[in-house]
């Protein structure tokens, strides 16, 4: 690894951030480097009784007063805090890119669960995109445990707060966005020949694919659905069905029949086109309304910043965060 000039530094629960800083400070110190921290604020959901303006508003100001004291054990260090609002996962991966850090550092818990919920989803996103080194320091079941009776992950707020103010806060960190449900698939070309994208789904235990062209661009969808049409033409043209003909080979500018078969194996002719895409900014809440408005709709590709597919999402997924959602007390 190259000398480390700067070190980003995520922070999500204020009380078990300790390990997270002190692995920090270790590797600033060793190289000279200048450690940011960086607290992402999940927006609130669209406004309901149940939320109080001035509630919201003196949670943020707490909010930045605790990640304020989140500061290096070594005062001799050099540091910054970044106050962030919007979707974890994008935000930090886009902070390390406009402070072109070297090294992110981010505590990840150790519960393997339905749902990889907040923290867990938000690093495997970050170590996915970043483009830079991740390493993550694992919070084991057994400490998250010893602060199962707090009310939240950052029960020190709670501390100072009502049982209403308390409720309010659950509620506002777990506001879950898409990217908290998607599948993390990694996108397939449309020259890609059939046999090995099936192979590729079959390995990341995917239901479907965005296809993307020789940009990265997201041009369609590689579902199960258009993988078992494929089979079933292919297997009539192995068993010499000459009624596939039409459907298997392309017909030339006089009405022939090419004598080239090759875009037959190839994505292009087997995908769903166009697919429809969501933002890794949407609310899972949104994205249900869209599934809603569509019913034929059985996969949506959800896209960054850039427009770039970076995952999967399914009607059932979503449903496993509103159940998970309801166990919790939590609105999705």
């Known amino acids: 690894m190259n000398s480390i000039r700067k070190i980003l530094v995520p922070i999500d629960d204020f009380r078990n951030c300790q390990d997270t800083v002190d692995l920090a400070c270790y590797w600033a110190k060793k190289d000279g480097a200048k450690i940011i921290f960086c607290y992402v604020a999940i927006p609130p959901l669209p406004p309901t009784a149940y939320y109080v303006r001035s509630e919201i508003d003196e949670m943020i100001v707490q909010e930045q007063v605790e990640f304020r004291q989140v500061v290096p054990t070594d005062s001799t260090l050099e540091y910054h805090h970044e106050f962030l609002r919007g979707n974890p996962g994008p935000e930090i991966v886009k902070l390390a890119v406009g402070q072109n850090c070297d090294l992110i550092i981010m505590a990840t818990n150790g519960r393997a669960s339905m749902v990889r919920w907040i923290l867990g989803s938000v690093s495997e996103y970050v170590i996915r995109h970043s483009n830079c080194p991740v390493l993550s320091v694992k919070l084991m079941a ?176 979503l449903n496993s965060i509103r159940r998970w959602n309801l166990a919790e007390g939590v609105s999705a």
Request: glycine share 4%; aromatic share 6%.
């Open 142 to 317: 057994a400490e998250l445990d010893s602060e199962s009776s707090c009310e939240s992950a950052t029960d020190a707020w709670h501390q100072a707060g009502n049982a209403s103010s308390n409720g309010l806060r659950n509620r506002f960190e777990k506001s879950p966005f898409v990217t908290a449900a998607m599948s993390h698939v990694v996108p397939i070309h449309d020259y890609d020949l059939m046999l090995d994208a099936i192979k590729a789904l079959t390995i990341a235990r995917a239901t479907a694919a965005p296809v993307v062209d020789s940009l990265g661009n997201s041009i369609g969808i590689l579902t199960e659905t258009d993988i078992q049409r494929y089979l079933q033409l292919n297997q009539r043209l192995i068993d010499h069905d000459e009624s596939v003909l039409d459907e298997v080979f392309e017909f030339d500018e006089f009405g022939l029949r090419s004598a080239n078969q090759t875009k037959f194996y190839q994505v292009t002719n087997h995908m769903s086109s166009p697919a429809v895409t969501v933002s890794s900014d949407a609310t899972c809440f949104a994205t249900e309304q869209l599934f809603s408005k569509n019913p034929e709709l059985h996969h949506l590709i959800i896209v960054d910043g850039n427009n770039k597919p970076i995952g999967v999402v399914t009607l059932n997924q």
